[in-house]
């Protein structure tokens, strides 16, 4: 069969059949009277074994090897393949995700393109420095790769670069959010943490949405997120996961600093010092019930002050002098209000407070 004919039935052009020949790949046994190549039944075969094995990634080296070696062992090169296979894949995937960044951030021109990739390329970076300037620096009216920016901060551990991606998804306010929500499923407590985080940042009604859902979370760091940030938003069913922040010593002056002003925006004042009342008569060790006792100066009104006042002839020395100290200064502040002609009411502010807490500590 001459060179023509086997171009057209095997489908490899007389360019390339002409370089395998030169290769030693797959020689024609014969030749025409005229000097053309005639290929044979054989050839033709090893001219099919040759494009087999081209099919699976072997370069025409190692399929002459493969052909002509007796010794040759297929299972190494077949292994050397696959691990090259799966490091092209994971490349093109790579590409991919990069594309579909730049396509749902619908850059208008292409220099909204060249910032995307090259924040996305910043991001990539295991300089936590040159990750955050990317971050920074990109301008907030050009197109954002939200996408990015929300894989990002869920495995981001340092928290200066975590940081600066809350504050740019936040000014995004709401694209990415669902994302950001799906962290919250998560196996893994820290990427819990993050999304939850991340979506207090974000200051809407579906955020709130999302806050409610993770104080439920089996994590207490995660709940004691969600409460500090729906709670400053007065919504009270921050309530309970701020109350067991105060008894079990997690961030409780920022719970009882939130406690006291979600009584300013509902009428729940009654309700939080009675839970606290239970709270505290129920507790034995000190520290808790010293730790209640300070939360009770961030209540306004007349419930915790009843509360403060019967703790000032309580057993314990330092509740004792803690709830005196509350009471009195208190007092001042009412009496300094009514010579000013303000009123009476007996809210502490939070210069005043942290002062006595100071006290409280140094006692």
């Known amino acids: 069969m001459l060179i023509g004919e086997v171009s057209r039935r095997c489908g490899v052009s007389t360019r390339m059949l002409r370089h395998y020949d030169r290769l030693g790949l797959v020689k024609p046994t014969g030749r025409t009277s005229g000097g053309y190549r005639e290929y044979s039944a054989d050839d033709i075969r090893r001219l099919f074994h040759v494009e087999s094995l081209r099919t699976l990634g072997l370069s025409l080296n190692e399929a002459k090897r493969a052909l002509d070696e007796p010794d040759f062992a297929p299972a190494d090169l077949v292994g050397d393949l696959i691990r090259h296979t799966r490091r092209r894949i994971a490349a093109e995937q790579e590409l991919l995700g990069k594309l579909e960044r730049v396509d749902a951030a619908a850059p208008a021109e292409w220099d909204d393109v060249l910032r995307i990739v090259s924040l996305v390329r910043a991001l990539e970076s295991e300089s936590a420095a040159r990750r955050q300037q990317a971050i920074l620096s990109h301008d907030g009216t050009a197109a954002l790769p939200v996408d990015a920016l929300v894989e990002a901060i869920l495995s981001e551990d340092d928290p200066n670069v975590a940081g600066a991606l809350q504050w740019s998804l936040a000014r995004a306010a709401g694209p990415g959010l669902a994302d950001l929500a799906d962290g919250l499923d998560a196996k893994e407590v820290d990427v819990r943490r993050r999304a939850t985080t991340a979506i207090a940042a974000i200051h809407t009604a579906e955020a709130a949405v999302h806050l409610r859902r993770a104080l439920d979370d089996s994590d207490a760091t995660v709940r004691g997120y969600a409460a500090l940030a729906l709670g400053s938003r007065g919504n009270v069913d921050a309530i309970p996961a701020l109350i067991e922040m105060v008894v079990e010593g997690r961030r409780d002056v920022e719970a009882a600093e939130v406690l006291g002003l979600l009584t300013t925006v509902s009428p729940s004042a009654d309700d939080i010092v009675q839970a606290l009342q239970d709270r505290l008569d129920n507790a034995d060790d000190a520290p808790t019930r010293l730790r209640i ?60 407070s942290s002062k006595v807490t100071g006290a409280w500590q140094h006692s």
């Open 293 to 352: 006792t300070q939360a009770l100066a961030e209540i306004p009104g007349t419930a915790a002050r009843r509360v403060l006042d019967g703790l000032t002839h309580d057993g314990d020395r330092t509740i004792a002098s803690t709830a005196a100290a509350i009471v009195n200064m208190q007092d001042r502040g009412r009496s300094r209000r009514r010579r000013s002609g303000i009123g009476t009411a007996v809210a502490v502010d939070d210069t005043r």
